[in-house]
T-cell receptor, first 115, second 117 residues
Framework: AQSVTQPDIHITVSEGASLELRCNYS??????LFWYVQSPGQGLQLLLK??????LVQGIKGFEAEFKRSQSSFNLRKPSVHWSDAAEYFC?????????????FGGGTRVLVKP | EAQVTQNPRYLITVTGKKLTVTCSQN?????MSWYRQDPGLGLRQIYY???????DKGDVPEGYKVSRKEKRNFPLILESPSPNQTSLYFC?????????FGTGELFFGEGSRLTVL
């Protein structure tokens, strides 16, 4: 069965420092991968997605992610964090009809930004 | 403005009192789904609908019902709520689950926080 693991439950980073959030997935077919961000009291907003092609994908708000098939990973990065990046981040893999036509989410990583 | 609208946003109820959480999207999307979010577990799918009159169970359907009588609406029904259904609920939609537009890019509502006492 498909699964997504985000090893870090919480990360604290200083404003202006770089950020990397880890994501590992398990899925037998070609993965469609996503990163979503959830600000306090809000719904989930799509940051970026990987379907095929270039393994380094750019998203909104200055985020990027790199797909590494050999490591089954899809880590999210940002070179310089802003206070507004404090939020919870979710990695997800999309599955087809055999696995329920859904997004399978990781448990999330909460990012705290120190001034 | 393109959006997914859920109501109510917050609700406190008691065990056994039937309730409905409404979800409406104005993007003419075929696919809609419900997720619940619990700490440390991420989001888990409750039910989904590929199109009008087509619904199917997700990973955690017990205690929930849905219907899709028209394209824009996908209400979530709790016939007899229990405390273990206390959670944050999200409705989401997309143009079609898998096609030329890709797979799985969901648009989410702002969530409905439900507390069952």
């Amino acid at each position: 069965a498909q699964s997504v693991t985000q090893p870090d439950i919480h990360i604290t980073v200083s404003e202006g420092a770089s950020l990397e959030l880890r994501c590992n997935y398990s899925y037998g077919a070609t993965p469609y991968l996503f990163w979503y961000v959830q600000s306090p009291g809000q719904g989930l907003q799509l940051l970026l997605k990987y379907f095929s092609g270039d393994t380094l994908v750019q998203g909104i708000k200055g985020f990027e992610a790199e797909f590494k098939r050999s490591q089954s990973s899809f880590n999210l990065r940002k070179p310089s964090v802003h206070w507004s990046d404090a939020a919870e981040y979710f990695c997800a893999v999309a599955t087809g009809v055999a696995a329920g036509n859904k997004l399978t989410f990781g448990g999330g990583t909460r990012v705290l930004v120190k001034p | 403005e393109a959006q997914v609208t859920q109501n109510p946003r917050y609700l406190i109820t008691v065990t056994g009192k039937k309730l409905t959480v409404t979800c409406s999207q104005n993007m003419n999307h075929e696919y809609m789904s419900w997720y619940r979010q619990d700490p440390g577990l991420g989001l888990r799918q409750i039910y989904y609908s590929m199109n009008v009159e087509v619904t199917d169970k997700g990973d955690v359907p017990e205690g929930y019902k849905v219907s899709r009588k028209e394209k824009r609406n996908f209400p979530l029904i709790l016939e007899s709520p229990s405390p273990n259904q206390t959670s944050l609920y999200f409705c989401a939609s997309t143009r079609e689950w898998s096609g030329s537009f890709g797979t799985g890019e969901l648009f989410f509502g702002e969530g409905s926080r439900l507390t069952v006492l």
